[in-house]
C-alpha cells in the first residue's frame, strides 16, 4: 500500500483529520480546484488510512472508522455546499443523488459522477476518476480494505442533514480489479425534522 505519513489517530486524531479533510474539501474550487489541492488531499487520505491500519491493525474496523469520519464530514460540508451553489435543498432522493453526482463529486474531489439505474429509493452513481486512489496498490493482504469508505460516509452524512437517511456502499472498485468506481445509494427513509420548541 503505497501512500505518505501522516497525523495521529485515536479521538483527537480522528477529529483532527476529519477537519482538516473537511477543510481541504472546502478549499477546492468548482470545476476541479488545484491540482496541487488535489495531490495534498490525496496524500492526507493515504497518510490517515495507514495510520489506521497501524493502529486498528484489522481492515473491517478501518473500513467502519473510515465510514463514521467521512459522515462527520459530509454533517459539515452541507452548509458550505448550499451557500457556494446557491442552491435550495433538495426534495427528494432523486434530486439529491443528482445534485451529489453533477456538483457534489467536481466541487470537493475534482471530479465527475454519472447517476445510474436510478428510481425513487436507489441508484449508483459512477466516478469518472477517483483522486482518493492515485498512487495507491492494494496487496493481497488488504483486500478486505475498502479504502474509499470515507465517501459513503460523507454522502451519508450530507443526506442526513436534509432529512434523509441513506445506505451507501461502494459496489465496484478498480482497487479490487473492477474497471470502475461505483458507489451503490439506497433510500431507507425520510426523517421528519425535529423542532427545538414544542407547540403549546
Given at each position: 500500500?503505497?501512500?505518505a505519513w501522516g497525523a495521529g489517530t485515536g479521538e483527537r486524531g ?141 454522502i451519508r452524512g450530507a443526506l442526513e442533514q436534509i432529512s434523509m ?19 451503490h445509494m439506497r433510500l431507507v427513509e425520510y426523517v421528519n425534522e ?7
Open positions: 500500500l503505497f501512500f480522528e477529529r483532527y483529520e476529519s477537519e482538516r479533510m473537511s477543510s481541504k474539501a472546502k478549499g477546492a474550487s468548482p470545476g476541479g480546484g488545484d491540482r496541487i489541492n488535489s495531490e495534498l488531499f490525496t496524500l492526507t487520505y493515504g497518510a490517515l488510512v495507514r495510520h489506521l491500519l497501524l493502529d486498528l491493525e484489522s481492515p473491517e474496523e478501518v473500513n467502519k472508522q473510515l465510514d463514521k469520519m467521512g459522515q462527520n464530514i459530509g454533517i459539515r460540508l452541507v452548509d458550505d455546499f448550499l451557500a457556494k451553489t446557491n442552491t435550495g435543498r433538495c426534495r427528494n432522493f432523486r434530486e439529491a443523488a443528482k445534485t451529489i453526482a453533477e456538483t457534489g463529486f467536481r466541487m470537493f474531489l475534482g471530479c465527475s459522477a454519472k447517476v445510474t439505474q436510478i428510481d425513487d429509493k436507489e441508484c449508483k452513481m459512477v466516478l469518472s476518476e477517483n483522486p482518493l486512489t492515485d498512487f495507491v496498490e492494494l496487496p493481497e493482504k488488504l483486500q478486505p480494505l475498502s479504502y474509499c469508505s470515507l465517501l459513503c460516509g460523507v437517511k441513506v445506505e451507501c456502499e461502494i459496489s465496484k472498485d478498480p482497487l479490487k480489479g473492477d474497471e470502475r468506481f461505483e458507489l425535529e423542532y427545538p420548541f414544542k407547540d403549546d
